[in-house]
C-alpha cells in the first residue's frame, strides 16, 4: 500500500535552516507529482510547494519563494524540502502529499517545525 514517512522536523532558531524529506513507497514514484502542505495551529492547511515529475518543474507558495526548495530522488523514491531563513511564521506540521488519482490521495503523518529563540 501506499506510504509517506516524513523525517526531519525540529526546533530550530529564526534563520535557521532545516531539510525535511519524505520516504515513498506503494506506488511508482517517478510517475507522479509530490507536494509539501503544513497546517499552523488554528489555520487550515496549505500548500507549500510541488514538484512535477521531473526536478524543473516546482511551485512555491509566495510565503516561501525564495527561501524554500523542493526536490526529488526518483531512484531513492524521496521528496525533500530544504528550508533557509526560517521565520517564526513557518512554524507548522509539514505533510507529504500524493495524488494517484483525484479520488485517491495520500497523506504522510506529518513532521513538526518550530520555529522559536
Known amino acids: 500500500q501506499v506510504q509517506l514517512v516524513e523525517s526531519g522536523g525540529g526546533l530550530v532558531q529564526p534563520g535557521g535552516s532545516l531539510r525535511l524529506s519524505c520516504a515513498a513507497s506503494?506506488?511508482?514514484?517517478?510517475?507522479?507529482?509530490m507536494n509539501w502542505y503544513r497546517q499552523a495551529p488554528g489555520k487550515e492547511r496549505e500548500l507549500v510547494a510541488i514538484i512535477g515529475t521531473t526536478e524543473g518543474s516546482t511551485t512555491y507558495a509566495d510565503s516561501v519563494k525564495g527561501r524554500f526548495t523542493i526536490s526529488r530522488d526518483n531512484d531513492k523514491n524521496t521528496v525533500n524540502l530544504q528550508m533557509n531563513s526560517l521565520k517564526p511564521e513557518d512554524t507548522a506540521v509539514y505533510y507529504c502529499y500524493v495524488s494517484i488519482a483525484p479520488w485517491n490521495v495520500y497523506w504522510g503523518q506529518g513532521t513538526q517545525v518550530t520555529v522559536s529563540s
Open positions: 506503494g506506488f511508482t514514484f517517478r510517475r507522479y507529482a
